[in-house]
């Protein structure tokens, strides 16, 4: 039976390697292709895109280069010994892994590999995919469903403590009313401040627990920022802390809720305050960017501990001896809800949280 041709590419409408070059060019995902000496000597647009090399930069170069450290060397050897024995775990199949950009930072790839026999050589090939984003969506997926379930939990605790912490509130002040004696009278006034500060303690929890309704309306977000550091200040200054307040001239008119807003930069304002107990300098500025307004509060405090930084934004999770862990939680939550995000990192001289908001 004679085997019937089967041509991949239409003969006479273009040649075989300005097709290939054209669709390598055009490819959305990272192409890259290494000899058997593990040279590179393939890098398409989109690696160039990916991981900040330009091809004429990388051609030729060891792939260690946009390797994750642990695996300098290593790959090399894999490749080795499919050269000598055919076999190879992750040639043919799609798997997940790490790779390099140019400044050093490490991202998470999706990643097919490929082996083909060219004469004397071996050449393979790598179609990756920058899932950097996809992942994140993921982790804030989870982090969702957790403080969903955190919040039905929450709205079923506090049901059940608030009307007996209420009525324990009521019965104390009551007592402490009618006391004459100094000591008992100082022990029930610690009683009371205990059940103000549970009675706290329930009401922020009610609000993390519940969903965020805004109250959207135009206002000059510079004016806003204004308004909130004009109600830190005095505490700020009291502690010896120097304020550096950077805005636009003009107006920026933003859509969001003014008090929800106030209330995520007291809270940032609150936490620098207490990161300066001996005084420092307290930086907050505006910086409008294409399609976003950054709102960013620096301090010159000790900075945030790495193990702390990882935790920053966690439901209950807190340093200090007197705080709930919600703070933060709840600030990001009307944060997110106003379609941006918030950052909480070091820098050079201290720590500082990034609040972005959409200008759309």
């Known amino acids: ?4 041709k089967v041509l991949c590419i239409e003969e006479g409408f273009f040649s075989g390697r300005e097709l290939l070059q054209g669709i390598i060019d055009t490819a959305t995902d990272a192409i890259i292709a290494i000899d058997d000496q593990h040279r590179i000597i393939l890098f398409n647009q989109a690696a160039e895109y990916i991981f900040g090399y330009k091809a004429e930069e990388i051609l030729g170069k060891d792939l260690d280069l946009i390797l994750p450290p642990h695996l300098h060397g290593k790959h090399r050897k894999y490749i ?7 076999v190879s775990k992750v040639i043919g199949k799609v798997m997940e892994g790490t790779a390099c950009r140019r400044n050093g930072e490490l991202f998470p790839v999706r990643i097919s590999r490929s082996a083909t ?15 950097s984003s996809q992942k994140k969506m993921e982790q804030r997926f989870l982090e969702n469903e957790k403080l969903a379930a955190v919040g039905l939990a929450v709205s079923r605790i506090v049901h059940e403590i608030k009307n007996p912490l209420v009525a324990i509130g009521g019965f104390v002040h009551s007592l402490y009313q009618k006391e004459e004696d100094p000591s008992k009278k100082k022990k029930l006034e610690l009683v009371l401040r205990e059940v103000q500060r549970l009675e706290k303690l329930l009401t922020d929890i009610s609000q993390f627990g519940k969903p ?20 830190y200040r005095p ?29 995520v930069l007291f809270n940032i304002m609150q936490n620098a305050l207490e ?3 001996e005084g420092g ?25 790495e193990h702390v930084l990882k935790q920053l934004f966690t439901p209950f999770f807190t340093t200090k001896k007197k705080g709930t862990g919600l703070g933060l939680s709840i600030s990001r ?12 990192q070091n820098y050079e001289k201290g720590a500082e949280f990034i609040v972005v908001l959409p200008r759309n």
């Open 333 to 344: 939550k009307i944060v997110e809800a106003h379609g941006g995000h918030i950052i909480g």
């Open 212 to 231: 965020l309704k805004l109250e959207l309306k135009k206002v000059d977000i510079v004016e806003l920022c204004q308004e909130a550091l004009d109600v």
């Open 117 to 131: 026999h060219c004469g004397d050589t071996w050449i393979f090939t790598a179609i990756m995919r920058d899932i």
């Open 1 to 4: 039976m004679k085997k019937k």
């Open 80 to 86: 080795q010994e499919f050269i000598e024995t055919g």
């Open 281 to 305: 300098t307290l930086e907050f500025e505006i910086r409008p960017e294409e399609g976003q307004v950054n709102l960013i509060i620096r301090d010159t405090g000790p900075g945030i501990p």
């Open 235 to 263: 505490r700020l200054e009291e502690a010896g802390i120097k304020i550096i307040f950077k805005a636009p001239e003009a107006p920026i008119y933003l859509e969001v809720d003014e008090e929800r807003l106030k209330e």
């Open 275 to 277: 990161a300066m107990p």
